[in-house]
Nanobody, 119 residues
Framework: QVQLVESGGGLVQTGGSLRLSCVAS????????MGWYRQAPGKQRELVAA???????NYADSVKGRFTISRDSAKNTVYLQMNRLKPEDTGVYYC?????????????WGQGTQVTVSS
């Protein structure tokens, strides 16, 4: 089993920045990809960004050029640097991990961290 713990969410004004972190523990040797999803009130969960352990990345069109996903393999941690935040970026952000090199990871999930962008 793999446990994922997110941190770094909070309240920020439009145009501001936040960095989310997700630490993986447990059977991390099986992991091949990690990523971030978000869910806004009344909407379906959507992929924000993902990174495979081979280095491939995948971003939602709405965040390209503003968000950057990265990974620290030594710390079993994936980061999401979010710049130029907009109110529509508001939602619960979930970390996900996968045992395959999937650009839409989803074998394991964290509990989520709230991001609120005020206008």
């Amino acid at each position: 089993q793999v446990q994922l713990v997110e941190s770094g969410g909070g309240l920020v004004q439009t145009g501001g920045s936040l960095r989310l972190s997700c630490v993986a523990s447990g059977s991390t040797y099986n992991l091949e990809a990690m990523g971030w999803y978000r869910q806004a009130p009344g909407k379906q969960r959507e992929l924000v960004a993902a990174i495979t352990y081979g280095g491939s990345t995948n971003y939602a069109d709405s965040v390209k050029g503003r968000f950057t996903i990265s990974r620290d393999s030594a710390k079993n941690t994936v980061y999401l640097q979010m710049n130029r935040l907009k109110p529509e970026d508001t939602g619960v952000y979930y970390c996900a991990a996968d045992t395959s090199r999937s650009i839409t990871p989803g074998d394991y999930w964290g509990q989520g961290t709230q991001v609120t962008v005020s206008s």
